[in-house]
């Protein structure tokens, strides 16, 4: 489904929100609590696999899919609920999708065995597909114009805000009351969104109201991204080689389906079209390898420092806490290095230093200690991060001309959903990570060495692909007002922003919005 220019608020509305009234703060704190509602999930579920392990008897093929299940219906239906709320509104998009989260989340908390637990991930990233691109959506489309740049930072500051506390009171919950409450505690939060929703106004594109759903590509993704994921998980879990050769061929088969179908639609979910611009097909490929890399090493660090170091999930999930919060401090400055010097160079650099922070936790390992081992390596990759995630978006957002950057922003964003989807797949099987191989400490321990030296080699890969493609100067890239586009804000631990109205320089508010 494709995207156009700025949001059409109902004609109720058409003055916008101030920020400073009492609607605007009820604005604000729905979008922040419905984005923190899917970023709590996104970053907790690692640190907790562990004891859903114990718990639950599960294998690491079942770890994988407690973590893919989500990642699976969220990637495949993103572009799809951004879509919906553009034609239905997205402030009524927004509550179903916090309705459908919040119902999902009390089965995943009430779940007795992994399948029920894996069957209600799977429902609970369709709840993601629809907040996800809903929740800024909203902010760009509420408030009035001159207030617009302000609400845009203090959801990106709040919602960082969430993401750093995330970890911190996910395993407080997993130590205390018990995994469980990592999902029931979305119920009270769904609670306080769906009050306040009450003060936000509607809006809706209705430029879209001609156009199709495109729900046959949307199938075939998630029978694409399904199959191809059996096919890796079971090849590491009980199954045998033939029992998961039948999905992965028609996971395939899904994918070349898929491609004929999006090139033939005239409203497809992914037009093809986009890919004839080398620059963004390369910012693409460096996001499936930059963000396979993070979704690989945050998948097993948590586990690694649980069961090799003796970590509680409270001092598991706050260890991992300095990549925000440099990712809070630095990617402002990030942003404003690469608006000068052009993009090449922080998006050859953050890789190398990201690299450097992944190989320096092959020193984590039996007797080592959170100062002098877990720290250095955990500060130096989120270094590495701050660097090139603004950069990047920038150079996808200077890829296409203005009207698409929406959607090349969400295409961009579920690149990397689907990058780490794959890599949670696929690592256990290429570090001979099987059956409950990861509760055994010496088996685990040698599995994280292969995985880093894995995921240190895909961020090298990507700084050579910034080397061979990316333009080494702003006033190459291509942008209707001629300067570069520039993001101020990024806490994109888990996918990079999917909004484009959050980068850009001045003049940039309110020309794009949310795919």
Request: proline share 5%; net charge neutral.
């Amino acid at each position: 489904m494709t995207t156009s220019s700025s949001p059409v608020p109902s004609s109720a509305d058409n003055a916008g929100v101030a920020l400073a009234s009492p609607r605007g703060r009820w604005v604000l704190a729905c979008a922040v609590l419905a984005s923190g509602m899917a970023m709590l999930d996104g970053t907790v579920v690692n640190v907790a696999l562990p004891t859903l392990g114990r718990d639950l008897d599960a294998s690491i093929s079942s770890l994988q899919w407690v973590v893919n299940a989500y990642m699976l219906t969220l990637s495949a239906l993103l572009l799809l609920g951004g879509a919906l709320g553009d034609r239905i509104g997205r402030r009524r998009t927004l509550v179903i999708g916090v309705v459908w989260f919040a119902l999902a989340s009390a089965l995943c908390g009430l779940a007795q065995d992994a399948g029920t637990l894996i069957a209600a991930r799977a429902l609970q990233g369709v709840g993601g597909a629809l907040l996800t691109p809903g929740s800024l959506a909203l902010v760009r489309s509420s408030f009035r114009s001159e207030d617009q740049a302000k609400a845009v930072g203090a959801w990106s500051g709040l919602g960082g805000v969430a993401g750093a506390v995330g970890p911190f009171l996910g395993g407080w919950l997993i130590d205390g009351p018990g995994w469980r409450w990592i999902f029931l505690i979305n119920i009270p939060l769904a609670a306080v969104v769906l009050l306040a929703a009450r003060h936000v106004p509607e809006s809706r594109d209705e430029r879209t109201a001609t156009q199709r759903f495109d729900v046959l590509g949307a199938v075939l993704a998630a029978l694409f991204l399904a199959g191809v994921s059996f096919a890796l998980i079971g090849a590491s879990g009980d199954s045998s080689a033939a029992a998961g050769l039948l999905p992965g061929l028609g996971g395939l088969l899904a994918g070349a389906a898929f491609l004929a179908v999006e090139r033939r639609r005239r409203d497809p979910m992914l037009p093809l079209g986009l890919f004839r611009s080398g620059l963004f097909s390369a910012a693409n490929v460096m996001t499936l390898c930059l963000y396979a890399a993070i979704g690989g090493i945050l998948f097993l660090l948590p586990v690694q420092l649980q069961t090799t170091l003796g970590y509680d999930a409270l001092q598991a999930g706050t260890a991992t806490l300095p990549i925000t919060v440099l990712m809070l401090l630095l990617s402002a400055s990030a942003g404003d290095l690469a608006r000068r010097v052009g993009p090449r160079l922080p998006l050859t650099l953050g890789p190398l230093i990201a690299a450097a922070g992944v190989l320096l936790m092959l020193r984590i390992g039996p007797g080592s200690s959170y100062a002098a081992d877990v720290l250095p390596a955990v500060v130096v990759l989120g270094v590495g991060m701050s660097v090139f995630v603004a950069p990047l978006t920038a150079t996808v957002l200077a890829s296409v001309d203005a009207s698409r950057a929406g959607l090349a922003s969400g295409v961009n964003n579920t690149a990397a959903r689907i990058a780490q989807l794959l890599v949670v797949a696929a690592l256990p099987l290429a570090v001979g990570l099987t059956g409950t191989a990861y509760a055994d400490p010496d088996a685990l321990d040698t599995a994280f060495g292969k995985a880093a030296w894995g995921c240190a080699g895909l961020f090298v890969l990507a700084a050579l692909a910034a080397v061979v493609f990316i333009r080494p100067r702003p006033d190459d890239w291509h942008t209707e007002s001629g300067n570069a586009p520039h993001c101020k804000a990024n806490v994109a631990v888990s996918a990079p922003p999917l909004e484009p109205g959050v980068c850009g320089g001045e003049g940039d508010e309110g020309g794009r919005r949310a795919v």
